[in-house]
C-alpha cells in the first residue's frame, strides 16, 4: 500500500485505491461500447465553472475557485434557478476539455457560468461569462477591478447578473436573496472564500480549510457562514482525520455558534443534523433537524442524505430510500455522494437502485480513482464479480472495499491495520472490522467494533443492516454489541 497515512487512511476507510489501469465502455459494458445518450438540459439549470487563475499569482488560484463557489451559493438562493452541484462540476471539468458542449451536455446544464483572474497594470481583474452551453454564446458578460474590500460585491453583482441574463427581471424577493452581507470583514470574507475551495476539494485540505475558517471567524465573531463551514470541515475530519471525540465536540460547537447569529442558516442546521445523527447517536433529533435542513435547503443531496440516514435507522425503509436515491439524482457526479447514499440502499435491500445509478455514474465518463473504488464496491457488494474485474482489470491493485469477489487474506489486513496505527493520528476501526469479518477475522472484527463503540465512530448505529457483518450475526458477543449499540441510539 502506497501514499501519505492520511491517504492511506482515506482508502482503508472509504474504498480508495492508489492507482488503476482499467479499460471499460463508458457505463461499465464490455466491448463494443453502446452510445449513452444525456438528458436533454433544463431551460433554467446553470453550472458554474472554477474561475481560472491567470493573474500569474499561485496564492490567488484558491481564492478564484472559491468565488465561484460562492457564486453558485448565491444562485442557489433563487428558487427559479437550478443550480449544479460544485462536486458535480468538478468532476466534468476533470473528466475531459474546457468545452461549453460537451460540458453542458455532461451536467445536463444549459448555461455555464466562466471566469478568470487576470492581472491588469499591476491589479487583479475578474472577467466573467454566462454561457449557452449548446452553442458557446455569451448571454452576458463583465469584468470588474478587484479591489481589497470589494470582493463581496463582486460576487453579488455577478451572480445577479447571471440571474437576470436567464431568468429575466427578478423579483425584489429574488434580488434581496442575491443582496446579503455576510460579514464586514474584506479579510473575513476572503479568507473564508479560500477555505470553501479547500474544503471542496477535500482529503488532506480539511485542516487547512478549517484553519482558513479560525481565521474568518478570529477577524469577524458574527460571521454565521464561516463558524457554519468551520462545522462542515470539523464534520468532514471526524473518522478521518481525528477521533471521532476530538472533532464532533468541535463541530458542534460551530454549528451551535452560527445558528445563535442565523438561526436560518442552511449548512449550520445540516451539520447539526449530521453530528446528532453520527456522534450522539439521537435519531429523533436528527430526523427533527435533517427535515428543517430539506426545506431550508431542498437542493441540497448533504441534506436528503442525511435524512434519508436517519428514516433508516428509526426503520422507515421505504422513506428512507426515497430520500437516499434523491440524493444521488441531485447530486449524480459526487462519488462522494454515491458512495454513501449507494452504501445505505444496499443496507435495506435496495441493491437495484444502487446498481442502476452506480451504471449511470459509470457512464458518465472517466473517473478519479477514487470514483473508480466507489464503482467497483458497489459491484464487489451485489456481487457483480465480471464487472469490478472489467472495471478494475487482472491482477491490478486490490481496493479495501473489495470483499466479496476478491477476498483479501488476513495478514494482508493486519499489515494494513498496523501501518495505519503506526502513521496516522486515528485509524476508523469500523471500516477494517467490515474487513476482518468478510475474511474470516472473527475475533479481530469484534475487537475494532468494541473500539468503533467506545470512538463513537459514525456507522455504528447500522451494524445490524450491514451484511458485511452476516458473519457474526449469530456470535453471542456480537449479538451484545448490537444490543449495547442499540440502547445508545436514541428513538429506535
Avoid at 441534506?303 to 425503509?317: V, Y
Avoid at 428512507?320 to 458512495?339: F, H, K, Q
Amino acid at each position: 500500500m502506497r501514499g501519505s497515512a492520511l491517504t492511506l487512511l482515506l482508502i482503508t476507510a472509504l474504498g480508495v485505491p492508489g492507482r488503476f489501469l482499467f479499460a471499460q465502455c463508458s457505463d461499465g459494458s464490455p466491448p463494443p461500447c453502446r452510445g449513452v445518450r444525456a438528458p436533454a438540459p433544463v431551460t433554467n439549470t446553470v453550472a458554474v465553472l472554477p474561475f481560472e487563475n491567470r493573474a500569474h499569482d499561485t496564492s490567488l488560484t484558491t481564492l478564484a475557485e472559491g468565488v465561484a463557489d460562492e457564486i453558485t451559493t448565491n444562485l442557489a438562493r433563487v428558487a427559479r434557478l437550478r443550480v449544479t452541484s460544485p462536486a458535480s462540476v468538478r468532476y466534468a471539468l476533470s473528466t475531459g476539455a474546457r468545452d461549453p458542449r460537451r460540458l453542458g451536455a455532461a451536467m445536463g446544464s444549459r448555461w455555464l457560468v466562466d471566469g478568470q483572474l487576470v492581472s491588469a497594470g499591476g491589479a487583479v481583474r475578474v472577467n466573467a461569462q454566462l454561457i449557452e452551453a449548446a452553442n458557446g454564446r455569451l448571454r452576458w458578460s463583465g469584468s470588474l477591478q478587484r479591489t481589497g474590500n470589494d470582493l463581496l460585491g463582486l460576487i453579488r453583482f455577478i451572480a445577479d447578473s447571471v440571474a437576470t441574463g436567464i431568468v429575466g427581471e427578478l423579483a425584489p424577493g429574488e434580488r434581496a436573496q442575491l443582496a446579503p452581507r455576510p460579514t464586514s470583514s474584506a479579510v473575513a470574507y476572503e479568507s473564508y472564500l479560500r477555505g470553501r475551495a479547500l474544503l471542496s476539494q477535500g482529503g488532506e485540505n480539511y485542516l487547512t480549510a478549517s484553519a482558513m475558517f479560525d481565521a474568518a471567524t478570529a477577524l469577524d465573531s458574527g460571521f454565521a457562514d464561516a463558524w457554519a463551514a468551520s462545522a462542515t470541515a470539523f464534520i468532514s475530519i471526524a473518522d478521518n482525520v481525528l477521533a471521532p471525540r476530538a472533532a464532533y465536540p468541535r463541530a458542534r460547537a460551530a454549528a451551535m455558534r452560527a445558528l445563535r447569529i442565523d438561526p436560518a442558516n442552511g449548512e449550520a442546521t445540516a451539520a447539526l443534523a449530521k453530528i446528532t445523527l453520527w456522534y450522539d447517536w439521537d435519531v429523533p433529533g436528527a430526523l427533527l433537524l435533517a427535515r428543517r435542513s430539506v426545506a431550508l435547503n431542498p437542493a441540497s443531496a448533504e441534506t436528503h442524505m442525511i435524512l434519508g440516514l436517519s428514516l433508516l435507522l428509526r426503520g422507515d425503509t421505504a422513506e428512507a430510500g426515497g430520500e437516499l436515491r434523491r440524493a444521488i439524482d441531485i447530486d449524480s457526479l459526487s462519488g462522494r455522494t454515491v458512495s454513501s447514499a449507494t452504501f445505505a440502499l444496499m443496507m435495506i435491500g435496495e441493491n437495484d437502485a444502487a446498481v442502476t445509478r452506480t451504471r449511470r455514474f459509470l457512464a458518465a465518463g472517466a473517473h478519479s480513482p477514487y470514483d473508480i473504488a466507489v464503482i467497483a464496491r458497489v459491484f464487489d457488494f451485489t456481487g457483480h464479480c465480471a464487472e469490478v474485474d472489467s472495471l478494475l482489470g487482472p491482477g491490478q491493485w486490490r481496493i479495501p472495499g473489495i470483499m466479496r469477489c476478491h477476498p483479501w487474506q488476513l495478514l494482508e489486513i493486519d499489515s494494513a491495520v498496523s501501518q495505519v496505527r503506526a502513521t496516522a493520528p486515528y485509524l476508523r476501526a469500523w471500516g477494517f472490522a467490515r474487513m476482518y469479518a468478510r475474511d474470516g477475522g472473527g475475533d479481530r472484527a469484534l475487537e475494532l467494533l468494541d473500539q468503533a463503540f467506545r470512538d463513537r465512530e459514525a456507522w455504528m448505529p447500522f451494524i445490524q443492516y450491514d451484511p458485511a457483518f452476516q458473519s457474526l450475526r449469530s456470535d453471542p458477543r456480537f449479538e451484545g454489541l448490537v444490543r449495547r449499540v442499540a440502547a445508545s441510539v436514541g428513538g429506535t
